[in-house]
T-cell receptor, first 123, second 111 residues
């Protein structure tokens, strides 16, 4: 399957600092990438949809000024957590949509492949 | 609104068969996914259904009934490494790209 690289895997930072997380599609081009947040023993919550060359689409309740998303190329999207606070500590996961992931009954699968995740701890 | 329901936890025995159910009520439907997620790791893709019926892939099978808003994931010949969370996810929206995840089912395999 397609490979999505996410970096860093773990980051510990002081309250008030900003943290940048990178998400790269290694062997395919991704016009759309997604950023999720996951708290312990809970499912993935979609934060925003990152569109190459245009502004990201944020889900309701997600502060766009706090979670800055940049999708400058077809293989890279970044999420910057600005002025991080302890409540921002979480597991952040990106995914990239492979629009070439085969056809099924005439409908493209559009499978999302996930990065390994970034565990953010804000002290 | 969007609602995807699946059991919180299940337990099964090594070598046995287990079925994990998922029901959904969503605004729009463009396919249903099952992902496996081990603790502390990212989800990995298991299966995709967009048409009604059963899709088989090795030890795993997935079933979809769109009229009932229902799917299940069937795991056969269970192995200890199958202990993980299984996430049911529905692709919704006019763009057919946004995926909404259920809360996940934590499956524990006992010897």
């Amino acid at each position: 399957g397609a490979v999505v690289s996410q970096h860093p895997s773990r980051v510990i930072c002081k309250s008030g600092t900003s943290v940048k997380i990178e998400c790269r599609s290694l062997d395919f081009q991704a016009t759309t990438m997604f950023w999720y947040r996951q708290f312990p023993k809970q499912s993935l919550m979609l934060m925003a949809t990152s569109n190459e060359g245009s502004k990201a689409t944020y889900e309701q309740g997600v502060e766009k000024d706090k979670f800055l998303i940049n999708h400058a190329s077809l293989t890279l999207s970044t999420l910057t957590v600005t002025s991080a606070h302890p409540e921002d500590s979480s597991f952040y996961i990106c995914s990239a949509r492979d629009i070439t992931s085969g056809d099924k009954g005439g409908v493209a699968k559009n499978i999302q492949y996930f990065g390994a995740g970034t565990r953010l701890s804000v002290l | 609104g969007q609602n995807i329901d699946q059991p919180t936890e299940m337990t099964a025995t090594e070598g046995a068969i287990v079925q994990i159910n998922c029901t959904y009520q969503t605004s729009g439907f463009n396919g249903l996914f099952w992902y496996q997620q081990h603790a502390g790791e990212a989800p990995t893709f298991l299966s995709y259904n967009v048409l009604d019926g059963l899709e088989e892939k090795g030890r795993f099978s997935s079933f979809l009934s769109r009229s009932k808003g229902y799917s299940y994931l069937l795991l056969k010949e269970l192995q200890m490494k199958d202990s993980a969370s299984y996430l049911c996810a529905v692709r919704v929206g006019s763009s057919a790209s946004k995926i909404i995840f259920g809360s996940g089912t934590r499956l524990s395999i006992r010897p």
